[in-house]
């Protein structure tokens, strides 16, 4: 109490006023949280781990990932998968790339490598083509976006040897 008491008396101007009003202090604001990405599969969510800090060295665990994104009985074999996880890395090293991107990446990849029987062969394209469209907002050159719109195709082979034709709906 004599505390308060010496605090007043020290504050009180000379024309017997109280103190200044004290600016109120207005609580922060929350910090605005990074856009929530959806949860992904396990399988995917490894991938996007992986393309978000791929270095040249790190390749073999990207294509250990990638691999994980095949799911049925055809697979690519593990040669096309391999060199997919290279260009990859070569072409993402230092390359600034979102969570967003990178989940778009592994959900076309992963359709590619699972998808690719029951989809027509159009649609399938439009998924190995939009891998490299993503890379080329990021930065990537065009010859590794070529390589690996190359790669995609060689796994789509891989995993439907003879592709029907696209049927209409």
């Known amino acids: 109490m004599i505390i308060q008491k010496a605090r007043d008396v020290s504050t009180t101007r000379p024309n017997g006023e109280g103190p200044p009003p004290r600016p109120?202090?207005?609580?922060?604001?929350?910090?605005?949280?990074?856009?929530?990405?959806?949860?992904?599969?396990?399988?995917?969510?490894?991938?996007?781990?992986?393309l978000a800090t791929v270095t040249t060295n790190s390749t073999h665990k990207l294509s250990l990932d990638l691999m994980a994104l095949a799911h049925g009985?055809?697979?690519?074999?593990?040669?096309?998968?391999?060199?997919?996880?290279?260009?990859?890395?070569?072409?993402l090293v230092g390359r600034p790339i979102t969570a967003a991107q990178r989940a778009r990446i592994a959900l076309d990849i992963q359709t590619v490598f699972s998808g690719a029987s029951s989809m027509p062969a159009e649609r399938?394209?439009?998924?190995?083509?939009?891998?490299?469209?993503?890379?080329?907002?990021?930065?990537?050159?065009?010859?590794?976006?070529?390589?690996?719109?190359?790669?995609?195709?060689?796994?789509?082979?891989?995993?439907?040897?003879?592709?029907?034709?696209?049927?209409?709906?």
């Open 24 to 50: 109120s202090v207005q609580p922060a604001p929350p910090r605005s949280a990074a856009p929530a990405t959806p949860q992904l599969p396990i399988d995917q969510q490894a991938v996007v781990n992986d």
């Open 73 to 91: 009985t055809q697979k690519p074999s593990q040669a096309v998968v391999d060199k997919l996880a290279n260009d990859l890395g070569q072409a």
């Open 124 to 169: 399938v394209e439009a998924f190995i083509v939009d891998v490299p469209l993503v890379l080329k907002v990021v930065g990537v050159e065009s010859t590794y976006t070529a390589a690996i719109g190359n790669d995609l195709r060689s796994a789509r082979k891989e995993v439907v040897p003879n592709p029907s034709p696209a049927t209409a709906h």
